[in-house]
C-alpha cells in the first residue's frame, strides 16, 4: 500500500501529503511488526525483509517530515544514494527468495530494478527513468499483493489457492 501510494506521487498521480503517513504506518511499523512475529516464528528471511523494508519506509518518511518543517533538506544525492543501497539489498533478497517460488524473487527483483532506476535518476536529473522506476515498483507492489492475497488465503484456508511458481534455486525456504 505505501509503494502504491509513494509511486502515484511520484507519477504526479496523487499528491504528497498522503505518502508520509501511510509509509510510516503501513509501509514501515505493520512490516517491522510482521518483522518481529516472523523472527518469533524462526524465519529469518522474512525477518530480514520486512524489518529492512519497513526501516526504509520509517526512513522516507522522515525526510519529507523534516523537509517540511525545515529541520534539514535531504539532497537528491543522498536520496539517490538511500534508493540504490535498497536496490542492492532488495536483489540481494532476491537470491535468497528464489528458494520460495517464483513470485517472490520476481517482487524483489522489481523493486531492485525500481528503486535502482529511481536512484540513478536522482543523480542524473532523469525525470523519466524516475517514473519508469515507479511503473516497476506498481508491478512490484502488484505481486506483492498477490503473494498476500495467496498466503492469507492458505492460512484461512488451509490450502494453497493461488499459484506461486516453483522455486528457481534448491535450499531449504521457510515461511512460504
Not at 512475529?37 to 525483509?49: E, I, P, Q, Y
Not at 517472490?104 to 536529473?125: D, E, M, N, R, S
Request: hydrophobic share 60%; proline share 3%; glycine share 14%.
Amino acid at each position: 500500500m505505501a509503494t502504491v501510494i509513494a509511486q502515484l506521487a511520484h507519477l504526479g498521480i496523487l499528491e504528497q501529503s498522503p505518502v508520509f503517513w501511510i509509509g510510516a504506518v503501513f509501509g514501515g511499523v505493520v512490516q517491522v511488526i510482521a518483522g518481529m512475529l516472523s523472527w518469533a516464528d524462526g524465519d529469518d528471511f522474512h525477518f530480514l525483509v520486512y524489518n529492512a523494508f519497513g526501516w526504509y519506509w520509517i526512513v522516507q518518511p522522515g525526510f519529507l517530515l523534516g523537509e517540511q518543517l525545515q529541520i534539514f533538506a535531504v539532497s537528491d544525492g543522498a536520496r539517490g544514494t538511500f534508493a540504490i543501497s535498497f536496490a542492492v539489498l532488495a536483489a540481494v533478497f532476491a537470491v535468497a527468495g528464489a528458494a520460495h517460488n517464483s513470485v517472490l524473487p520476481f517482487t524483489l527483483l522489481c523493486v531492485a530494478l525500481g528503486l535502482g532506476l529511481q536512484g540513478i535518476a536522482l543523480f542524473a536529473g532523469a525525470s523519466a527513468l524516475s517514473a519508469a522506476g515507479s511503473v516497476v515498483l506498481l508491478v512490484a507492489s502488484a505481486a506483492a499483493a498477490y503473494m498476500g492475497i495467496e498466503k492469507f488465503y492458505w492460512r484461512t484456508l488451509g490450502r494453497r489457492v493461488l499459484p506461486l511458481g516453483p522455486a528457481w534455486v534448491g535450499g531449504a525456504a521457510r515461511g512460504q
